[in-house]
């Protein structure tokens, strides 16, 4: 049975993974929004901050006590190559270990936190062309939907202790503070832009202040739970993201990546990264009230670019 929660809604907040992109922007915005924001580190804590150790499965459930929600983020960086065995299990390990650890936390407690959102990504949904995928689609093969699948299902012991848990299934967040879009922007400032392989794969995309805003809106919008997807609602082909980039940038995009020459250099990654992709679109966000600031790709980059 899911807790309700008061008329004013989850106050207090802990963070995990608040260094990372989501992280380090999401704190300000719930400080400046009323809440108290609180950060897991594993390094000594600080007055704002709760030491624990995921690799060691310690977190003292007494320093959640009094906590009305958690936003769990993070995870080692897919965009690392090579793709080693040893560092896709780091990938996926750096998901589920401190997923499984809060989780568990949970279900120790004698009044756990009542709302957990749980980062996810798209890659949930393996790659599956054309197809348009809401989240009552079912998921996907391949390892990043393996990794997905895996790291939702470590909140389970948080939902069976009656916490709501939203997975947040975040698509490709557009930042120039990290993610993707900085070093995707490199060869078409040089002019070397094109299409990767056959540009017909799709991209779902979301502006870094909505993807901020629906982690708020999930946190406090208690018809909310289980997967929700953090996307854009009009992803593009791979194809229509190079015009537009080239549009705004004003800067040329004719010279297309083979995908032979994606697989032969970049492996699995370039495969799961750059030539798969899935048409996410964000129906339950919408359907909840949440209103997009940048629904359209065009507008969002220039915002971002300053065109």
């Known amino acids: 049975?899911?807790?309700?929660?008061?008329?004013?809604?989850?106050?207090?907040?802990?963070?995990?993974?608040s260094s990372g992109?989501?992280?380090?922007?999401?704190?300000?915005?719930?400080?400046?929004?009323?809440?108290?924001a609180t950060r897991l580190v594993r390094h000594p804590p600080g007055p704002t901050e709760i030491g624990w150790d995921p690799a060691q499965g310690r977190l003292d459930p007494g320093h959640l006590e009094g906590v009305d929600a958690v936003i769990n983020l993070g995870g080692e960086s897919l965009a690392h190559w090579p793709w080693t065995e040893a560092y896709k299990r780091r990938i996926l390990?750096?998901?589920?270990?401190t997923t499984e650890l809060l989780a568990g936390t949970f279900?120790?407690?004698?009044?756990?936190?009542l709302v957990l959102v749980s980062a996810s990504a798209v890659g949930y949904y393996g790659d599956r062309g054309d197809e348009i995928l809401r989240e009552e689609s079912k998921p996907g093969t391949g390892f990043l939907a393996d990794v997905a699948k895996a790291w939702e299902a470590a909140t389970e012991p948080a939902r069976a202790a009656g916490t709501r848990v939203v997975l947040a299934r975040i698509g490709m967040v557009l930042s120039l503070a990290g993610g993707a879009l900085p070093t995707m922007l490199l060869p078409f400032r040089l002019g070397l832009g094109g299409r990767l392989g056959n540009g017909r794969q799709w991209m779902s995309w979301i502006a870094m202040d909505d993807t901020l805003r629906a982690i708020h809106h999930c946190l406090t919008e208690v018809s909310l739970a289980g997967g929700v997807n953090l996307t854009a609602p009009h992803p593009v082909t791979n194809t229509v993201f190079t015009e537009t980039i080239g549009r705004v940038l004003r800067r040329p995009t004719a010279l297309p990546v083979p995908a032979l020459a994606i697989r032969l250099f970049l492996g699995e990654m370039g495969q799961q990264l750059l030539l798969a992709g899935q048409r996410v679109l964000p129906?339950?966000?919408?359907?909840?009230g949440f209103r997009f600031s940048h629904p359209d790709l065009g507008p969002a980059l220039a915002s971002l670019l300053g065109s």
């Open 283 to 288: 129906g339950r966000l919408e359907a909840s």
């Open 107 to 113: 279900a120790r407690m004698d009044r756990p936190p």
């Open 93 to 97: 390990e750096s998901r589920t270990r």
């Open 1 to 17: 049975m899911v807790q309700a929660h008061p008329p004013a809604g989850p106050r207090s907040v802990v963070v995990s993974g």
């Open 21 to 36: 992109l989501l992280g380090s922007a999401l704190i300000p915005l719930l400080t400046a929004g009323g809440f108290h």
